[in-house]
T-cell receptor, first 115, second 117 residues
Framework: GAVVSQHPSWVICKSGTSVKIECRSL??????MFWYRQFPKQSLMLMAT?????????EQGVEKDKFLINHASLTLSTLTVTSAHPEDSSFYIC???????????FGPGTRLTVL | AQTVTQSQPEMSVQEAETVTLSCTYD???????LFWYKQPPSRQMILVIR??????QNATENRFSVNFQKAAKSFSLKISDSQLGDAAMYFC??????????????FGKGMKLTVNP
């Protein structure tokens, strides 16, 4: 299957700072990328869907000004957690796909800890 | 809106035995995809098996097979000859076929599988 990477794999930051997480499709052009959040022992919660060159579509209850998503190229999407607070601590996972595939390919995830 | 239900939060199985994970879903659509994903302790999501709703034949991937009952909206996963490496969280997921791969996945709550040596 296709490969998706995330960077960083883990990050610790102070409350009030912003953190950027990158999601890259390494061997295919991803027309659509998804961002998920996962709390311990829970399922994946979709935060937003982003199509290359367009504004992201956020799920209900997700603050778009808090979680900024940019999908400026066919191989890169970024999630920026602005003014992070301890309640934003979580595991963030991205996935990517294109019209060629019938499945999403998942990145390895990023563990965010806000102190 | 579509929903996916995994009613068993945890299961255990002896190594080399067979275990079946249950999943039901609700949809008014006729064309869709169903998936089973595995999430080991590394937390990397791994696709185990996929079923297209228009196909009557149940999907099979080596030791993994599904029992897809479209009328009953049931999609169970059978793991044969269980191995220690099968221990993980398993998520059932649904995706509409309306817009191809760009459609979002709807996940169940997951089920933790323990494999006992």
């Amino acid at each position: 299957g296709a490969v998706v990477s995330q960077h960083p794999s883990w990050v610790i930051c102070k409350s009030g700072t912003s953190v950027k997480i990158e999601c890259r499709s390494l061997d295919f052009q991803a027309t659509t990328m998804f961002w998920y959040r996962q709390f311990p022992k829970q399922s994946l919660m979709l935060m937003a869907t982003s199509n290359e060159g367009s504004k992201a579509t956020y799920e209900q209850g997700v603050e778009k000004d808090k979680f900024l998503i940019n999908h400026a190229s066919l191989t890169l999407s970024t999630l920026t957690v602005t003014s992070a607070h301890p309640e934003d601590s979580s595991f963030y996972i991205c996935s990517a796909t294109s019209g060629y595939y019938n499945e999403q390919f998942f990145g390895p995830g990023t563990r965010l800890t806000v102190l | 809106a579509q929903t996916v239900t995994q009613s068993q939060p945890e299961m255990s199985v002896q190594e080399a035995e067979t275990v079946t994970l249950s999943c039901t879903y609700d949809t008014s659509e006729s064309d869709y995809y169903l998936f089973w994903y595995k999430q080991p302790p590394s937390r990397q999501m791994i696709l185990v098996i996929r079923q297209e709703a228009y196909k009557q034949q149940n999907a099979t991937e080596n030791r993994f097979s599904v029992n897809f009952q479209k009328a009953a909206k049931s999609f169970s996963l059978k793991i044969s000859d269980s191995q220690l490496g099968d221990a993980a969280m398993y998520f059932c997921a649904y995706r509409s076929a309306n817009q191809g791969g760009s459609e979002k996945l709807v996940f169940g709550k997951g089920m933790k599988l323990t494999v006992n040596p």
